[in-house]
């Protein structure tokens, strides 16, 4: 018996462990579940993905399958971890008879707000599948012109790059050597002082330049974010020179676009413009945007209110108020786009044009300048010694 009872006071024993091991086992998960879910919350989905999803989710929805099932095949074959992630919290909220809108807004930093509200409107006449194959190729259309400014950037700056790389070697390997048979560096030519002060400046001071940028860089980048700052900056960008033709219409393509997905689906005209406001990624048209909305819930027409206003061109005003006296704003709007999206194409590829001959000039300018400024003394002091 008493072998009988201390069996029995180990099991409980073991009972206990084991609790107590199952509670720490689930405390663990719950915590690697949350650690998940703030990872996926910051890192962002990839627009080619997402046009992937809204496809699949048509044609599924298009055959009379169910948005929780058809999510749910769609997130059994996604390869990309975070999405597959965000897909399985769908399936989890549409058991609890949330909509598909309610679960795109768990997660702002990959679904914008205009297409939330888009697929809502929807959702509200049971016939969100007429929407999500548009919805695909609208997101196309926005991304590939913003896609194709950043690609016709990259040789740009791959070149300026290798420039700095080029004379950051020169000014701190070749030059110091090159100028260093010189004793006396008070007779030298302007263009050599200078040469020597700017070598003597990467040589001596290259680890307070580098902290230099790299401060400077997190300082505007943490001022940006402000208020005040995003103003200034994107009102800076609309003021660069070439570049800015390429800023404006590019803002002026996101906003037709956008604005137009809205009003089709029947959002109204103010609450479409508030959206839009937050599409077009420049704090400088948001803000007008705004006002824009403001006028029309007053009772301003839209093209009065943006008569005479420097950021909407004056085509694109006459446009509205054609088109906004037959009542089909929307299709105008999308015309817009259609062209302005074709204006960046065009001005793309004249800026491609402009800048490969600048930079080579400019890249020629900072050669012959070094040449000159080491060559000089050396034929001074050749002539010296010829002389002598």
Request: glycine share 2%; hydrophobic share 55%; proline share 2%.
């Amino acid at each position: 018996m008493a072998d009988f009872l201390i069996l029995d006071d180990d099991n409980k024993k073991l009972n206990v462990d084991n609790n107590v091991n199952n509670v720490f086992v689930v405390k663990n998960v719950w915590l690697v579940d949350k650690i998940n879910e703030l990872i996926i919350s910051l890192q962002k989905v990839k627009t080619s993905e997402k046009v992937i999803f809204y496809r699949l989710l048509s044609t599924m929805t298009n055959a009379w399958m169910g948005l929780m099932k058809s999510v749910s095949i769609i997130e059994r074959q996604e390869k990309n971890p975070v999405f597959k992630r965000i897909l399985l919290k769908f399936v989890d909220e549409l058991k609890e008879w949330k909509s598909l809108s309610e679960c795109m807004l768990l997660y702002p930093q990959s679904f914008w707000e205009a297409e939330i509200w888009i697929i809502r409107s929807w959702e509200k006449t049971w016939q969100i599948n007429k929407v999500l194959n548009d919805l695909a190729v609208q997101i196309e259309k926005v991304e590939s012109i913003s896609g194709k400014i950043k690609s016709a950037m990259m040789y740009p700056m791959f070149i300026i790059v290798v420039v700095i790389w080029v004379i950051a070697v020169m000014m701190t390997m070749v030059v110091p050597k090159l100028l260093g048979i010189f004793d006396s560096k008070d007779d030298l030519p302007w263009s050599t002082k200078i040469l020597i002060y700017i070598s003597d400046a990467f040589v001596n001071y290259w680890l307070i330049m580098v902290i230099t940028v790299i401060v400077a860089f997190i300082l505007i980048s943490i001022w940006k974010k402000t208020d005040n700052g995003k103003y200034i900056y994107d009102n800076l960008k609309l003021k660069i020179p070439i570049f800015w033709m390429i800023n404006q219409k590019l803002i002026l393509s996101k906003f037709s676009r956008v604005f137009s997905w809205l009003i089709s689906s029947w959002v109204s005209i103010v609450e479409s413009l508030k959206i839009t406001s937050y599409a077009v990624w420049n704090e400088v048209y948001k803000q007008k945007i705004l006002l824009l909305s403001e006028d029309i819930a007053w009772g301003i027409k839209m093209w009065e209110s943006l008569d005479w206003d420097k950021l909407f061109p004056d085509m694109m005003v006459q446009m509205i108020q054609v088109w906004e006296q037959t009542a089909r704003l929307d299709q105008t709007i999308l015309k817009v786009a259609d062209f302005y999206d074709e204006q960046v194409d065009n001005t793309i590829w004249v800026l491609n044009k402009l800048l490969e001959p600048f930079i080579l000039v400019t890249l020629a300018i900072v050669v012959w300048f070094i040449a000159v400024a080491i060559m000089q003394p050396i034929m001074w002091l050749a002539d010296t010694i010829s002389q002598a």
